[in-house]
């Protein structure tokens, strides 16, 4: 008891002791323990033990402005998953297009390929803001998935997407008033029904369709923003095959059975084929087939080495124009322009081939009715008159009695035989050979002389008539 109290002693002696220090003291203490406390101060949550606190670290306001945005337009204040002016009247939304490049037609796949700018103009007033500059914010596509915007999509497109190097190519400005314009850069492929009845003669007109997916017109009304104006394109937009004649835009109201009335925006260009590559390896090299088929004609009919070869590599020839032709085009059910071209040429080659045939086969009855009309007069002259048959006979060789010789006939060249009979007295037996030679009389040198006319003659009266249609 004795030590416990001396113990108590000390302790209050020591307390009154620390309580004599100066006020200097105290004020420095206090302030050193109130700023510690302001610049350590424990968060709610967080894990203090005796002698350790564990601290979170004060949030950087530099990374919040998307939340002041969204305070700003008081998005979380909003259902936008409702369009504008829910219940009400429809809702305006005017569109615009630039059109940036024109890259690919296909008439294999029956499509076109088109880059676009393609922008949305609508007001939302949930969206308004107080503005003293009333200056408009701008924002990228990461505030679009929070916000209604009009579901925009292409009809008859086979595929399309949205840029995004090096982010998406999104852009949205709200204004104060509410009004906001979405703007969006997209590559679209689009099906393209065309006529090729004329290919390559033709010109062929597509169109880019535009509508609401979801609403119909009684919700959302789809408007060229202004007319004819809201399409523009670049200059420097050109294909290789086509030139681009015209664009313009029509409106059109679509209607579906089980859906009801949708707006629909039509994006119409105007395509011209250009025609110089297909004079040059198609039209020049089927007419030079043709025209090399009609040598054959100006070569002697007994050269059967040189004029048959001649007709196949023509004939051939112009099959491989037309295999690869049709290679590059689609299956249709129709005749086009440039089929009734080259299948044309090629009927007029093998024409020529089919001319050397029949020339060939009436020179071969021509021999044979000549060699039987040799035998029928040698046996009537040597029993009528021996003597003047030996003398006028032997002068022509027997071997060559079916040659030919040129004459002149009625500004006609033909061809006779050189079998001539001497009959000074006899009637009965001139009348014989006058009659005998009547019945060989086969000009089939004639056939290659009117084919020189009468081929190149057709062939150019059909040029006039099919580029006097197709031009």
Known sequence: MHRDAVLLSVLLWMLGVSGQKSPRGQMLQSYRHIRMKREM?????????????????SPDITKAQSTKSEQILRIDDHDFTMRPGFGGPAVPVGVDVQVESLDAISEVDMDFTMTLYLRHY???????????????????????????????????????????????????????????????????????????????????????????????????????KEGNSSLNTDERISLSQFL?????????????????????????FTLRRHIFFFLLQTYFPATLMVMLSWVSFWIDRRAVPARVPLGITTVLTMSTIITGVNASMPRVSYIKAVDIYLWISFVFVFLSVIEY?????????QERKERKLREKLACTCGLAHPGMMSASYS??????????????????????????????????????GSRAYSSVWIDTHAIDMYSRVIFPGSYILFNIIYWSIYS
């Not at 595929?159 to 969006?184: A, C, E």
Request: glycine share 4%; hydrophobic share 35%.
């Open 244 to 268: 681009i004649q015209k664009f313009h835009t029509t409106t059109k109201l679509a209607f579906y059975s089980s859906t009801g009335s949708y707006n629909r925006l039509y994006i119409n």
């Open 395 to 432: 002068e022509v060789d027997a071997n060559t009695t079916g040659n030919y010789d040129m004459l002149e006939g009625n500004g006609v060249r033909r061809e006779t035989m050189l079998v001539e009979l001497a009959m000074e007295s006899d009637q009965v037996t001139g009348h014989v």
């Open 41 to 57: 101060s424990p968060v709610e949550g967080s894990n203090c033990q005796i002698g350790s606190c564990t601290f979170k670290r």
């Open 122 to 224: 609508w007001k939302d007033e949930r969206l308004s803001f107080k503005s003293n500059t009333n200056q408009s914010m701008t924002f990228d596509g990461r505030l679009v998935k929070k916000i209604w915007v009009p579901d925009m999509f292409f009809v008859h497109s086979k595929k399309s997407f949205i840029h995004d190097t090096t982010t998406d190519n999104v852009m949205l400005r709200v204004y104060p008033d509410g009004k906001v314009l979405y703007s969006l850069r997209v590559t679209v492929t689009a099906m393209c029904n065309m006529d090729l009845s004329r290919f390559p003669l033709d010109s062929q007109t597509c169109s880019l369709e535009i509508e609401s997916y979801a609403y119909t017109d009684d919700d959302l009304m789809l408007y060229w």
């Open 357 to 365: 045939a029949a020339v060939n086969y009436l020179s071969t009855l």
